[in-house]
């Protein structure tokens, strides 16, 4: 079943960590998003990437870093964590412009980060 | 401005209303639009998508004016478990989507 994953779902570390939070899909889709949310805000995209070798800096400014060496695969990479990136990490996916009348975005469950 | 606004809320309504979500957007040029929903602290899911036309799925119904640049959702019979929060999104030439705050509606048994 085509879908959108997440890993993983929830992260607890300490000040100074370099972490990675994985997301990938099988949807075959070619335009993928990192979006940030702290509870009951609204979504701030940090990250885009249009296809293999494309990454873009969304509206929010970011410490992260993201790659997409596979069309499947856009993992987020924070070098040195901090409190103040504690916060829910939302990956989404969609079709590019043009390849549907209506190209909705599809959102993986989540990573709920926490650095003390 | 904000590309997408909405009213926040919060929606209390009874079990059984009808309550209706409006949503105005800025870009003239934007090409699609949707309303998802979002339980708390779970990932946004799609609703339904708004066409020119109008369209309709069991107790929600989306209407667009490209006109005045405005997005309705409304929900007939509400029940318990349509309580969450609404969000408004428009996208504009297919690169990039615009979410609104999100419109919070709890009904109330």
């Known amino acids: 079943e085509a879908d959108i994953y997440q890993t993983p779902r929830y992260l607890v570390i300490g000040t100074g960590k370099k972490i990675t939070l994985e997301c990938s899909q099988t949807?075959?889709?070619?335009?993928m998003y990192w979006y940030q949310q702290d509870p009951g805000m609204e979504l701030h995209l940090i990250h885009y990437?249009?296809?293999?070798?494309?990454?873009e800096k969304g509206d929010l400014s970011s410490e992260s870093t993201v790659s997409r060496i596979r069309t499947e695969h856009f993992p987020l990479t924070l070098e040195s964590a901090r409190p103040s990136h504690t916060s829910q990490y939302l990956c989404?996916?969609?079709?590019?412009?043009?390849?549907?009348?209506?190209?909705?975005?599809?959102f993986g469950p989540g990573t709920r980060l926490t650095v003390l | 401005r904000k590309e997408v606004e909405q009213d926040p809320g919060p929606f209390n309504v009874p079990e059984g209303a009808t309550v209706a979500f409006n949503c105005t957007y800025s870009?003239?040029?934007?090409?699609?639009f949707f309303w998802y929903r979002q339980d708390c602290r779970k990932e946004p899911k799609l609703l339904m998508s708004?066409?020119?036309s109008g369209n309709e799925d069991g107790r929600f119904t989306a209407q667009l004016n490209r006109a005045s640049q405005y997005i309705s959702l409304l929900i007939r019979d509400s029940k318990l478990s349509d309580s969450a929060t609404y969000l408004c999104?428009?996208?504009?030439?297919?690169?990039?989507?615009?979410f609104g705050t999100g419109t919070s509606l709890t009904v109330i048994p």
């Open positions: 989404a996916s969609s079709l590019l412009a043009g390849q549907s009348s209506y190209n909705e975005q599809f």
């Open positions: 949807m075959g889709h070619d335009k």
């Open positions: 990437s249009y296809g293999v070798n494309s990454t």
């Open positions: 870009n003239s040029a934007s090409q699609s």
């Open positions: 708004v066409y020119s």
């Open positions: 999104v428009v996208n504009d030439d297919g690169n990039q989507f615009y």
